[in-house]
């Protein structure tokens, strides 16, 4: 069932655990599950299902948060294996008693989590998805990721198991397909190889285009892999060549969003149009883009613009809050950082808009981590590929972008670094 260092954790103590646990946890009907260790994080999650409780999945675990969800949800507890929070809690036991094998069947219909928007936009927002709708999820990503080539494998996930991507791409796939779980999380290069060297064949590695580029960067290089799932950004081809190239293994993309969940799929080196999951029907009315279908819970929003090309395929335009038009010249932020960070030299880097303060003109800048390259030689590169409307005004060179746990970067935060970086 999982990899915890040298052990490996069958089935069985699993069911044993997940009955003990379920046993000890209060009667509450929310939990935060804030276990950093993955199969603690599992056996907690299982056991909410049993005593049906409903697992609440913030975007972060910073203590704003957390206490703005303690103010949303009065009746919430803790289960941790770490520094307890400032919550009602409960510490998960190094060892736990001895139980009965659990019977690890869960209705249908029975709420299973509530995940929350990122807010980047503004307050996270709530989506409640019941035990049928991830399962659904995870069995319609297995069938198009050919999972049951898999079982008997391991799962490595450099992604949280409290983000939508990491519960139904790490978890819920293991569960539904009969793998391993890594136990940890490993971020390094370092710790990202020691865990595909310890793990058994045949080898699953979730994770997101900044931790591909990391390991990538890599001299020690990676052994190889089964099959490589990116997703949370767009992720460039060149990049998706090299990694395929390092792992010797395919790479697909993931598309999704915590409101509709998993959508659709596409081998990045092979082609640029995505392929929906079996089920999962996208249209369009006034207010935007919607996603229906087995694995989504009613009728979601999707939050990117979609240009069908075929029936079940499509491809992604911008956000309109992507879209910069200045002096009736249009492009993308996205775009747009895809060009800085396509500069040899530049290891990360982000476009935005600057709005207000009166400004008659809307004006770009662009924060960029690059430490071996100077002002001038980063703005003469973008000159060869950008037309001077989309030039940054300023070009602001920073240590480290606020990235965080997903490898995203807020609004909020990059905003602040910018205008911390201008103070100074």
Known sequence: MALRGETRVSAAQFRRDVAALAALLP????????????????????AALMRGQVTLMPSA?????????AEDYADLYALTDTAPPDL???LFLETLPEAEAADLLVPGDQPAVVLFTSGSTGR???????WATLVASARVAGERLNATDFQAGCVIGTVPHQHSYGLESIILLAWQYGLAVLAACPLFPADVRAALEAAPEP?????????????MADPGGMPGAGLILSATAPLPIDLAQRAE???GAPLMEI??????GQIATRRSTQESDWHCFENVVLHEDATGWWASGAAVEGIAPVQDVIEPVAPGRFRLGSRSADLVNIAGKRSSISYLTHQLLSIPGVEDGTFLMEEGAGQAVPRLKALVVAPSLSTDRIMQALRVTLEPAFLPRPLIRVATLPRNHLGKLLRADVLALAAAEAAE
């Open 27 to 46: 009667s509450k009907p929310f939990l935060v599950n804030l276990c950093q260790d993955r199969y603690r994080f599992m056996v907690g999650f299982a």
């Open 61 to 69: 675990n910073t203590p704003g948060i957390l206490k703005d969800l």
């Open 88 to 90: 009602p809690h409960l």
């Open 124 to 130: 996270p927002k709530p989506v409640a998805k019941t």
């Open 203 to 215: 080898r699953l590695l979730v994770t997101t285009p900044v931790h591909l580029r990391a390991l």
């Open 245 to 247: 190239a390092c792992f």
């Open 255 to 260: 598309y999704g969003c915590t409101e509709a």
